[in-house]
């Protein structure tokens, strides 16, 4: 599920670096630079290019740049080509393409 670019209600476009805790309502597609915490009650998107250092906590979370943290995903977790990845994942359905570097532990758990 790519969500339409006009169903996003948020971005951090590349070139942009944010500090601190980030919490949105909605679908958020991240490109830049993000240190800290993340949250939203819909979809978390890290863009290819993005460099991420920071926990999540999302219903869906679509990964194909790089992220380094531990993310909770009620729903899913995707990661794409050309991702990279290194921390914990808990979800209860997990994908992860083939090319993608996945440093890291998942928990599988069940859907609430």
Known sequence: ????KNDIS????????????????GVARIAG??????????TVIISEGAVINADINANIILISGTLKGNIKASS???IIKP?????TITTPS?????????????KMRDKK
């Open 1 to 4: 599920m790519n969500p339409k």
């Open 10 to 25: 948020a971005i951090i476009e590349e070139g942009c670096k944010f500090e601190g805790n980030l919490s949105f309502n």
């Open 33 to 42: 630079i993000v240190n800290g915490s993340i949250f939203s009650n819909d």
């Open 76 to 78: 899913r977790v995707e």
């Open 83 to 87: 991702a990279r990845f290194e921390g």
């Open 94 to 106: 997990l994908i992860v393409e083939e090319g993608v570097i996945f440093h890291g532990t998942t």
